[in-house]
């Protein structure tokens, strides 16, 4: 056997938890809160039948041969109409076509992150960003997060502690719609808050925007992206949890030094995102098959958060520790469970009785958070959902310690 010598970035490289877990969504008889998964049931698959065979028979000699790197210009207009929609004025030399958010995620630290450079992250934060991030060797900070998103004092000590001692975070990455682990949203005044920082202190911020069309109650927010008037937000999309994570299109937009940056980058990767699916994606957008998605998906996850809300009430025991999210939109549930208990030993014992869930560790950059989950409603079915909260609320149970009555 040879003798390999990695990299210093190989060798800091690990396995997503989360990748690992989406093994067990496999398993028929797994009830699985571990992913991200949009519900099958939902999938368009005639629209895409019927796209696909329009993309062959219209453009097929373009659709099977290789792309320009920013992005198939006709997918790009419609991604411009789509974001137009949205109530987001973009152009298309402010955007480019990415193989789905998490390469998106890698450009960026790609272009930003010099080893050891200070981001500041939320704390929980998505952990396919930490793996992005720490492959490239950055310095994390997380701020925390409160029911109404990162704490804006808690965000300017930060930005202050890393400039007094010389050393300019290179971003701050936020998800501030129905945040990835927590489902909690960023709050109006925070966001004008958070940008004011920004502009003080002369930051980047990259937001990370997923599920923001997937909000099934109370009032819809600007973004960060649309509220900047300076041009130091970039924003990120996909169509993996609007539409379907198969397509792994993904787009980022942002000023034009940056797109310039990212398609360069991008260029060393991949060469170009699939054309093949550039035009199915395009289709799709065009004939709005993507805006009828968004509105099935968010009528259906709105049940489904309200069946798990009803099951943790009903079934999880009484105690001031334990406390859960209460998301108006995406696909997750933070759970949190007294600090004496390890979520990583219940989740053994849950595998065994054939439920999973992620454990909250690895959405924190400094080892915290070893009492919390993520749960996903939005891939269980209705009846899974019920069942497999009551088999994690006897577990938690089990483990709760009885105040000892002085
Ligand atoms: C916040 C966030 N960013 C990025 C991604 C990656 O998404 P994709 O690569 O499928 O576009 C996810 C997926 O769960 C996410 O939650």
């Known amino acids: 056997m040879a003798d390999i010598q990695f990299s210093t970035m190989a060798k800091s490289l690990y396995r997503s938890e989360i990748r690992e877990l989406l093994k067990l969504t496999r398993q028929p008889d797994t009830i699985s809160f571990g992913g991200g998964l949009p519900d099958p049931a939902i999938f368009p698959y005639q629209a895409v039948e019927e796209a696909s065979l329009k993309v062959i028979r219209e453009r097929g000699r373009l659709a ?26 973009v152009t298309a030399t402010n955007m480019v076509v990415v193989a789905s958010s998490q390469q998106g995620l890698d450009l960026l630290a790609k272009i930003f992150i010099d080893p050891g450079d200070p981001i500041i992250v939320e704390k929980p934060t998505y952990i396919g960003a930490i793996q992005a991030f720490r492959a490239f060797r950055a310095d994390f900070h ?6 109404d998103g990162i704490v804006p004092e808690e965000l300017e000590k930060t930005v202050i502690r890393l400039l007094e001692a010389g050393r300019k975070p290179k971003f701050v990455y936020l998800i501030p719609d129905f945040q990835n682990p927590s489902g909690i949203t960023l709050s109006y005044e925070r966001r004008v808050r958070v940008l004011e920082i920004a502009s003080q202190y002369d930051l980047i911020i990259i937001e990370d925007t997923p599920y923001r069309e997937l909000r099934f109650q109370g009032e819809s927010l600007p973004s960060l992206f649309s509220m900047d008037k300076e041009e130091r937000v ?9 539409f379907s994570p198969g397509f792994r299109i993904g787009w980022i937009m942002g ?25 199915l994606a395009a289709f799709l957008l065009e004939a709005r098959q993507v805006d009828r998605q968004v509105v099935l998906s968010r009528g259906l996850y709105k049940v489904k958060r309200s069946v798990m809300l009803a099951a943790l009430e009903r079934f999880m025991p ?13 696909m997750f549930l933070w759970l949190k469970l007294p600090d004496y208990i390890d979520t990583l030993e219940l989740l053994k014992e849950a595998v065994e009785k054939n439920v999973a869930f992620v454990i909250g560790k690895g959405f924190f950059t400094d080892g915290s958070g070893g009492n919390t989950i993520r749960l996903n409603y939005s891939f269980p079915t209705e009846k899974q959902i019920v069942e497999g909260i009551e088999r994690i609320a006897q577990l938690v149970s089990k483990r709760l310690r009885v105040p000892v009555m002085q």
């Open 64 to 89: 099977l041969q290789y792309s320009p790197t920013e992005g198939e210009p006709f997918l790009k207009k419609q991604l411009i109409d789509y974001m137009e929609r949205q109530g987001e004025n």
């Open 255 to 279: 000023p034009g030094s940056v797109i310039d940056k990212l398609v360069m980058a991008k260029q060393g990767t991949d060469l170009c995102t699939s054309a093949y699916i550039s035009f």
């Open 318 to 330: 009484s105690d001031e520790s334990i406390s859960w999210s209460k998301p108006e939109g995406g």
């Open 142 to 147: 997380g701020v925390e997060l409160d029911f």
């Open 234 to 242: 970039i924003m990120m999309k996909t169509f993996s949890k609007i």
